[in-house]
């Protein structure tokens, strides 16, 4: 598949709840490795300051299922969730990972980063003596890896880590790399996300990136554009409470201000989404999310955190 | 006798960070502590906010088991609003607390537990590939 049709692929609004992107990139990624004789793509994964829902996400991809994901799309070598090793055999196997792979491998990082009291409030192991903190094997293995993926809100922007009064320092990993970072955000992120970022930088590279560094096939409309109750919003017909079937502008919705495909690709294998399960969009996809949406059921122009200019997003017509 | 101190870090397979340092005397387990070693002050993001984004808020201290926080908080929101919900409300929350108690098993046992039960040669992963 050439690199375009791929793109399109990702794109396609029509596309997201009959799986058609999903089921292709198995197949591609299998063709191209054979027909290019390329290795699959080498990924440490570091956890730092996050609650862990990233990798529960991916957990629920499907087509390719999370199996076929390990097999043959990436070579998993470090990763704190779904690794054998343990102890002093896990941090062994990440050293010689960066050696093997220096330069080759993606680092993928889920969670921000907190700096405060030498970044001790996240250590991914110690010994007598040593400890790694998060701050530092970010910068290190940032430092020696091709590609940079932020996966999750709090990796990519801070997020609900970094939000007030963030006691400890959290930043986002763009903040502490001097380096491209791939933010694929969402809180948490959807799987498809994540999988096709990986597809296409095993295939492709690098992909188009929007102005906050994300990929720009996900993220390229707002929630809003797309939503199934934009008549309501057209007709200035609103709802009342929540549970109504009107446009929830009128609760809260940040759907407006936030880049994200979720009304046509859906989550948990294309069921649903927030706006059609009744409850507003929270925009967590956002640069100030979860501040700039708090509180998450004010209307827009109401809402204390929000700046337009951290939205990433102009609120299209 | 001599006593001998191992840290074992990190513990892998869970959500989120975990270390163990033991004491053992004579092959005896005599003190052992875990850490947890991440801390975001969930506890002070909470603060000053309005407290129905307690619901979505609390949802993001865990992500294998965000519901029962959301959950927990919705109780609270009842609480403190005397809500009467109506009965059906209250099985939808049944059956969405039940689903997510029900994932968070069959991925703790499927993916966490299962390798060490397994007994897969864990360490000679890498060197077999090399
Ligand atoms: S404001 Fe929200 S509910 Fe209304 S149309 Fe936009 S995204 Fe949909």
């Known amino acids: 598949m050439k690199r375009d049709q791929f793109q399109k692929l990702c794109r396609d609004t029509l596309k997201g709840n009959d799986f058609s992107f999903s089921q292709a990139v198995l197949p591609e990624v299998k063709k191209y490795l054979k027909k290019e004789n390329k290795e699959k793509l080498p990924v440490i994964w570091l956890e730092t300051n996050d609650s ?27 990763s704190n969730t779904f690794m054998a090793a343990q102890g002093i055999n896990a941090l062994d196997i990440l050293e010689k990972t960066a050696e093997k792979y220096a330069h080759e491998y993606t680092l993928v990082v889920e969670g921000a980063v907190p700096l405060k009291y030498n970044g001790l409030f996240n250590v991914l192991g110690y010994s007598k003596d040593y400890i790694i903190a998060a ?68 295939m492709y590279g690098m992909p188009e990136l929007d102005n906050l560094g994300r990929p ?86 109401k809402k204390s955190g929000s700046k337009k200019e951290d939205s990433g997003k102009e609120q299209d017509s | 006798m001599s006593k001998k101190y191992i840290v074992f870090s990190p513990i892998t397979r ?75 409300a209250q099985y939808l929350r049944n059956i969405m607390f039940g689903s997510d108690f029900l994932q968070n098993h069959i991925r703790h046992f499927y993916l966490f537990s299962l390798p060490i039960l397994s007994g897969c040669r864990i360490n000679l992963l890498f060197t077999g590939r090399t």
Request: hydrophobic residues 40%; proline residues 5%; contains cysteine.
């Open chain 1, 52 to 78: 862990g829902d990233n990798n529960i996400a991916f957990m629920n991809t499907t087509y390719p299922y999370l199996d076929r994901v390990f097999e043959d799309i990436i070579d998993l070598w470090y």
């Open chain 1, 135 to 202: 701050k530092n094997a970010v910068r290190w293995f940032g430092k020696h890896a091709k590609y940079v993926v932020a996966i999750g809100t709090c990796a990519s922007f801070g997020g609900p880590t970094a939000a007030r009064p963030n006691i400890t320092g959290s930043v986002s990993v763009s903040e502490i790399l001097d380096r491209a970072v791939i933010n694929v955000s969402g809180c948490p992120v959807n799987p498809e996300w994540f999988v096709g970022t990986l597809a296409h930088l095993l």
């Open chain 1, 216 to 301: 720009a096939l996900f993220y390229g409309f707002t929630v809003h554009r797309h939503c199934q109750r934009r008549s309501y919003f057209d007709n200035n017909n609103f709802a009342q409470e929540i549970g109504d079937s009107e446009c929830m502008f009128s609760l809260g919705c940040s759907g407006p201000r936030t880049g994200a495909d979720c009304p046509y690709r859906m989550w948990i294998n294309h069921v649903s989404w927030p706006v059609k399960v009744n409850t507003p969009c929270i925009g967590c996809t956002n640069k100030d999310f979860p501040d700039g949406s708090s509180p998450f059921f004010t209307p827009l122009p």
């Open chain 2, 14 to 88: 869970l959500s989120g960070l975990l270390s163990a340092d033991v004491v053992l005397d004579e092959g005896t387990i005599i003190e052992a502590y875990a850490s947890s070693t991440m801390f975001r002050g969930f506890e002070y993001i909470m603060r000053n906010r309005h407290v129905t984004d307690a619901v979505y808020m609390t949802q993001r201290v865990c992500g294998i088991c965000s519901i029962a926080h959301g959950a927990a908080a919705s109780y609270l929101l009842d609480k403190i609003f005397e809500n009467e919900i109506p009965d059906n």
